[in-house]
């Protein structure tokens, strides 16, 4: 997994508030998906994004969720008003070019809502 | 939606002993992955299936793509204390498009 970077590793946000999840894919790759994994349970997927495009976020919440990938910089997963039940481990994936699959995942943020 | 049956949910083993693990899903599946997640970690892909009938091996791992298309297992041969973790099985319909994952099998190796 060197390579995919996940900022904060651990999160913690009152309910109300604002959380931020970042993710640099591996060095040259412009696709990202993100997905969340609630305790006990798969990962679910939420969103897939290219560089300044959103390919599908079919997986998305429809409120409070929103999430870019801008030309410079990470990509960014932002929760508005948090609630408890968005407390899960986000992760994204890089796929490498050329490659069908997700193969190379960061180490998560585990968001705790409180 | 989609769904992917993993079975059994979590298995505890005497270390040296063989483990099968499968995923049954809904739908037909044009890729089939299996993933090992330890904790507080992402998951690490093990082996990818892209045809039927696929048969792959990765050291003491083997993972079989069903001919029906809608199923695959993963084998562990002679287990040994850090093959610990949760493995997931994913899949994906068609060649875009993201993944599915099952509920994940978490074992557990007595040394």
């Known amino acids: 997994n060197a390579g995919v970077m996940q900022n904060p590793r651990h999160l913690v946000r009152r309910r109300g508030q604002e959380a931020r999840l970042r993710c640099s894919p591996m060095k040259g790759h412009s696709h990202v998906y993100w997905y969340r994994q609630l305790p006990e349970e798969g990962l679910k997927f939420m969103v897939y994004?290219?560089?300044?495009?959103?390919?599908?976020e079919s997986g998305m919440p429809k409120e409070r969720f929103s999430a870019e990938f801008p030309k410079e910089g990470p990509s960014i997963l932002r929760i508005q008003q948090v609630v408890r039940g968005d407390s899960a481990a986000y992760f994204c994936?890089?796929?490498?070019?050329?490659?069908?699959?997700?193969?190379?995942f960061g180490q998560g943020t585990r968001l705790t809502v409180v | 939606g989609q769904q992917l049956n993993q079975s059994p949910q979590s298995m505890f083993i005497q270390e040296g002993e063989d483990v099968s693990m499968n995923c049954t899903s809904s739908s037909i599946f044009n890729t089939w992955l299996w993933y090992k997640q330890e904790p507080g970690e992402g998951p690490v892909l093990l082996i990818a299936l892209y045809k039927a009938g696929e048969l792959t091996s990765n050291g003491r791992l083997t993972a079989q793509f069903g001919i029906t298309r809608k199923d695959s297992f993963l084998n562990i041969s002679a287990s040994i204390p850090s093959d610990v973790g949760i493995y997931f099985c994913a899949g994906r319909e068609g060649s875009q498009g993201n993944l599915i994952f099952g509920k994940g099998t978490k074992l557990s190796v007595k040394p």
């Open positions: 994936a890089s796929p490498p070019q050329g490659a069908r699959t997700e193969a190379f």
């Open positions: 994004l290219q560089k300044e495009n959103i390919i599908d």
